[in-house]
Structure formats: structure tokens, C-alpha cells
């Protein structure tokens, strides 16, 4: 089974978020990838899952065990793992990519999804949730570039 990364900064909101409604999608759909999720600074944020995101994802029906039990800071085992390595906000991600994991960064696909500073949960969740639900289609399709 082939894994997608989605990276944020705590994961603690948007990569959880992502990485549940991508699981819950592609069981649904049958389509043979898994998502995890990490943080590249989880000391940011306390707790286990952001409240928002874990009402957005009741809200969809979503079981919480679609996502890991708490934050996880990246590790380049993490990288190695993955087929498919999306970060949620380039602005945000890419000169830690740049900072921490160098050989990484040109190899991640960096979306522009801005975090609780710059948007409402009702503006970025959404937003997540068409990206990741496009990339679940076009797995179920035979694309894996997504």
C-alpha cells in the first residue's frame, strides 16, 4: 500500500485534518493508499487534535481513528516512507523543509493553505478537503501523480 505525507507545522490542525478525510475517502472508494501525517514544529501547539478539526470531521461522519491518536514531529524516515509528500502552506513549510530536511524540499508538493492566522476554519478546512478528495479521485482513477 503506497502512503501520502501531509505536513504541517503542529499537526495538530490542517495535516490532521487532511490525513483523516484522506483515509476515510479512499476506504470508501477502495483505492489502495493510506495517509499519515507530521509536524515540522509540534512544540508550537499543546493537545492532541485541534478542536476545529475534530468538529469538521464529525460534522462529515468522520471517525476519529482516520487520524493518529497525537502530534508527530517529521522525521526523514517519515520522507523516506512516503510516495506522495504534500505540505499545507508553502510560505509556512518551505524554509523549514529548507532548514531541517534540505534534499527534501524540491520534492514536496506545497499547497497554499493558510493556517487559523490568515483563515477561518470555515474558509481552509473546505479548501483541504476538495484538495485531498481530488487526489483521492485521481488515485481511484490510476493517476498516481494525483
Known amino acids: 500500500m503506497k502512503e501520502i505525507l501531509f505536513i504541517c507545522s503542529g499537526n495538530y490542525y490542517r495535516s ?5 478525510v484522506f483515509n476515510h475517502a479512499a476506504a ?9 501525517s507530521r509536524g515540522l514544529a509540534i512544540h508550537l501547539v499543546e493537545g492532541d487534535l485541534s478542536p ?12 476519529l481513528a482516520m487520524t493518529g491518536p497525537t502530534r508527530v514531529t517529521l522525521a526523514e524516515a517519515d520522507l523516506l516512507r512516503a ?7 508553502e510560505a509556512e513549510h518551505r524554509p523549514l523543509m529548507r532548514r531541517f530536511f534540505p534534499a527534501w524540499e524540491s520534492r514536496v508538493e506545497y499547497w497554499p493553505v493558510h493556517d487559523l492566522d490568515c483563515a477561518t476554519p470555515a474558509e481552509a478546512l473546505p479548501e483541504i478537503e476538495m484538495k485531498v478528495l481530488a487526489y483521492v479521485e485521481a488515485f481511484a482513477a490510476g493517476s498516481t501523480n494525483g
Request: net charge positive; charged share 35%; glycine share 6%.
Open 16 to 20: 490532521r485534518f487532511a490525513e483523516a
Open 28 to 36: 470508501a472508494r477502495g483505492v489502495p493508499w493510506r495517509a499519515f
Open 83 to 89: 510516495s506522495k509528500i504534500i505540505a499545507l502552506k
Open 52 to 63: 476545529w478539526a475534530e468538529h469538521a470531521l464529525r460534522e462529515r461522519g468522520i471517525d
